[in-house]
């Protein structure tokens, strides 16, 4: 809308730099190109298609306080829209991801860390219910947010034990290898392993496959 122009194009005035890390980090932008729908209404949440993400007027008010979410939908290009699901029971790897690249921005502006964010909401989810499951939340819990914020804490965990450089390798060859089709969090674990070239099935298996909340690693000495 006319009315919302002004603050809608400061708003997004980051995204090419958005796009331009996003792509340093998880590989080439997956689709043709990317179109962003922003309505006179508020919406209570924004909502990406492929290719798309669309916005209420609520979400981009010229301030910034919305960055988050613009790189989260953006993120979803890669995570959801291109390498998509073979079930909802592993929605993390949609959200998981798509959350640690809220955490990848904050980063790259300067802002907190990524492992600032993972210790700030680790100990946010110490405080909660130790009852889902990661790999398989339930229909009722699949847009919980522990699940998005254990999902990332999943991704930063794997950071710490592998390094930075096999960590972008993984996530490179993970949206390489299942562009435009479906996987599973076994072919994720299967490829992870296969890239770092190590067994990481005890760290998989604390964060994915049991419901007490695991403490993150140390840092590898992998650069």
Request: glycine share 6%.
């Amino acid at each position: 809308p006319v009315a919302l122009a002004a603050r809608v194009q400061a708003d997004l005035a980051t995204l090419p730099t958005m796009m331009a890390l996003f792509e340093r980090c998880f590989g080439p932008y997956p689709m043709g190109r990317y179109d962003l729908v922003v309505t006179a209404d508020d919406l209570e949440i924004p909502l990406e298609a492929q290719g798309m993400a669309v916005f209420g007027a609520n979400h981009l008010d010229g301030n910034g306080s919305s960055e988050r979410l613009v790189a989260h939908e953006l993120a979803h290009q890669w995570f959801g829209n291109s390498v998509g699901l073979v079930t909802w029971q592993d929605i993390w790897l949609n959200e998981g991801f798509c959350c640690y690249a809220e955490w990848l921005w904050s980063e790259e502006t300067g802002r907190l860390t990524c492992h600032q964010l993972a210790k700030q909401h680790r100990a946010i989810l110490a405080r909660l219910p130790q009852d889902l499951l990661l790999a398989n939340p339930g229909p009722d819990h699949m847009f919980d947010d522990r699940v998005y914020k254990r999902g990332a804490l999943t991704l930063h965990a794997l950071r710490r034990v592998v390094g930075d450089d096999q960590f972008f390798t993984i996530l490179r060859t993970w949206t390489t290898a299942k562009r435009h089709a479906t996987a599973t969090t076994e072919d994720f674990v299967s490829l992870a392993e296969d890239v770092a070239g190590q067994d990481l099935g005890s760290l998989f298996t604390a964060w994915l496959h049991r419901t007490e909340l695991p403490k993150l690693p140390s840092k590898s000495t992998r650069h």
